[in-house]
């Protein structure tokens, strides 16, 4: 078996002015699997981590209609934490270790994914011949399989991403709660001396946006009910599954604040879940049991901020490039979108996205006034039809396999009416630094 | 407004000594001339590994901010809502520092107006430049 151990920075296609892919319509997504999703584990084995990615690798497998035995190809990422983590020093627990043959890692499915510690414990997978470490996110794995399977290491391959979260808040404790920091960590973006959370960068920047362009964050409650609407229609997501609740505006607008002007509500939720994919080459999708879904490019960013945080100025340039390198790739324009499902995970970075995309002609400082159109799934402009993060809890993914499906034809209640489901475009997270795919019904 | 203590590491002691004698130094890149921070090993302009520090002004913009209401740092918790600007030197704009900015409100933060560096003590007695806005 090649072993891979971290994504070849040079398969990134993250530059202008590369042509359309040289894979373009030769790579399709067909099966896709999620598990049962969760707000927490619960310290039953048959959940944790490692179990409910075998569960959606399976589900995979079977929406496809591929045998286990000719899979031959495995990219995941092997980082599956939500922020908080095992507690330093705590034993793995014993069920752990009765149900589950171990690795060299004894984190391994509780608060991370290996290939090793997977392929101990599907022996079916007996046909493996690649497999790849492709860390971050979904997005990124996703990429890096596409790429792989284009270059013909892999003929039918497995994606893997999943989530573990356990008990408290996200990234509380630790560090955090030391009375020192080193003096590097100190001064850095996400742990440093002036407490910021997560979403501070995000917020920082939309407030900004706000300023420049005169627009409020109440402006975003469109999108945020168009958000949880959609993911209340998404089966496999955890407010679909556990909390069916309608966000209403009043209620969205008296969430309180984490980093104002970023809420409750602007922060998704972070859960278990897990979430696969198969790819395999256009050649042999005539035979499989779903509707291929061909993917047409793929696209990344790898600009760093000049200094500690990306200003506004950055990232909408950045998103500008993207949307370029995106287009270009695909050999589209932006009027052959049908819809699109970029990154939400904080919601208040969604625009950056949308309009770097020039998505329905939207320009810088537009977006806000965009959502307060009709951007539902019934309408011509559907906005995050997966309803992402947002609608869905963390994951990353959701945005990738609402594309598949609406392209397949099979999103259910969640099927776009409005205009017909022939390109959609996925990917994230950060504007800065993720990862694009753009999806066909047709290869050309 | 406590912050966390310092221990200074190989790359960023410069910064926090000089910190201690009330001077705000910069990571400069001796290769393309070019300022950095946070400091880090290697130049992010030219790939370079030769710096020396440079004294600023002490005078500064902010360009942004957010206010924190529920941190994830246990030691600042007791002190929400506060701001955090996003503070950009007079000396390169490219650079960034961040500010609790000491004497503004919550919310009330004059962005696109001029702040000025002082040092305040961090847990440990660690000083680290902090920003006011200049009256």
């Known amino acids: 078996m090649k072993y891979v151990e971290a994504v070849p920075e040079d398969i990134f296609r993250s ?12 790579v399709v997504a067909i099966g896709i699997g999620h598990a049962p999703t969760a707000r927490r584990w619960d310290n039953n084995p048959e959940t944790c981590v490692g179990a409910i990615s075998i569960y959606a690798l399976r589900q995979a497998m079977v929406d496809a209609g591929v045998d286990p035995s000719h899979v031959d190809g495995l990219v995941i990422d092997p ?5 908080a983590d095992w507690p330093r020093g705590k034993p793995i627990p014993q069920v752990m270790l009765d149900r589950w043959e171990a690795s060299d890692d004894p984190l391994d499915g509780l608060t991370k994914n290996s290939i090793c510690w997977l392929l101990k414990n599907m022996p079916e997978l007996t046909g493996i011949k690649f497999a790849m470490n492709a860390s971050n996110c979904m997005s990124r794995a996703l990429v890096a399989a596409a790429q792989a399977v284009g270059e013909g290491e892999t003929h039918t391959c497995l994606v893997l991403k999943a989530w573990n979260n356990f008990e408290g808040r996200y990234y509380h404790g630790g560090a955090n709660d030391d009375g020192s920091l080193p003096g590097s960590a100190a001064l850095a973006a996400l742990t440093n001396l002036w407490g910021t959370p997560a979403c501070y960068a995000t917020a920082m920047q939309f407030n900004e946006y706000c300023r420049k362009y005169g627009k409020s964050h109440a402006m975003m409650a469109p999108f945020m009910e168009n958000s949880r609407r959609n993911g209340l229609l998404f089966p496999e997501g955890y407010w679909a599954q556990h909390r069916p609740e309608e966000l209403r505006t009043e209620d969205y607008l008296a969430a309180p604040w984490i980093a104002e002007p970023a809420n409750l509500f602007d922060n998704d939720l972070p859960i278990m879940c897990s979430g696969a994919y198969l790819l395999t080459t256009s050649e042999r999708a005539p035979h499989l049991a779903q509707p291929p879904v061909y993917i047409l490019n793929h696209a990344s960013s790898r600009t760093l901020a000049r200094s500690i945080m990306p200003t506004l100025e950055e990232v909408e340039a ?17 009027e052959q979108l049908s819809f699109e499902n970029m990154y939400d995970g904080f919601s208040l970075f969604h625009q950056f ?6 998505f329905r002609g939207v320009g810088f ?6 959502y307060q159109t009709d951007i539902s799934i019934q309408g011509p402009n559907p906005v995050s039809p997966s309803g992402g993060n947002i609608g869905s809890g963390r994951s ?3 945005m990738h396999t609402d594309c598949i499906q609406q392209i397949q034809g099979r999103a259910g209640a969640r099927q776009i009416t409005g205009i017909p ?11 800065l630094g993720g990862n694009f795919t753009v999806w066909g019904e047709a290869p050309d | 407004m406590p912050k966390q203590g310092v221990i200074p590491d190989d790359l960023t002691a410069p910064f926090w000594a000089a910190a201690n004698e009330h001077r705000l130094v910069i990571q400069h890149c001796t290769s393309c001339d070019r300022l950095q921070h946070p400091p880090a090993d290697k130049c992010a302009g030219c790939s370079g590994l030769e710096f020396d520090w440079q004294e600023m002004s002490g005078r500064g913009y902010i360009y942004s901010y957010g206010v924190v209401h529920d941190g994830p740092v246990r030691m600042l918790q007791e002190d929400q809502p506060f701001n955090v600007a996003i503070i950009t030197l007079d000396d390169d704009p490219d650079i960034q520092m961040l500010s609790h900015l000491p004497g503004t409100p919550p919310g009330e933060v004059p962005v696109k107006t001029s702040v000025r560096v002082i040092f305040e003590d961090t847990a440990n007695g660690q000083k680290v430049p902090e920003w006011r806005v200049v009256e």
């Open chain 1, 15 to 26: 530059e202008e002015g590369l042509g359309v892919w040289e894979h373009r319509g030769k």
């Open chain 1, 79 to 83: 980082v599956t934490s939500t922020g």
């Open chain 1, 318 to 334: 950045d998103t500008a490039r993207t949307g370029r390198k995106i287009y270009e790739g695909a050999g589209i324009t932006a």
């Open chain 1, 353 to 358: 996205h949308l309009e770097g995309l020039g």
């Open chain 1, 365 to 370: 400082g537009e977006a806000l006034d965009f």
């Open chain 1, 396 to 398: 990353r993914f959701w």
């Open chain 1, 421 to 431: 489901a022939e390109v959609g475009v996925s990917g994230g997270p950060m504007p």
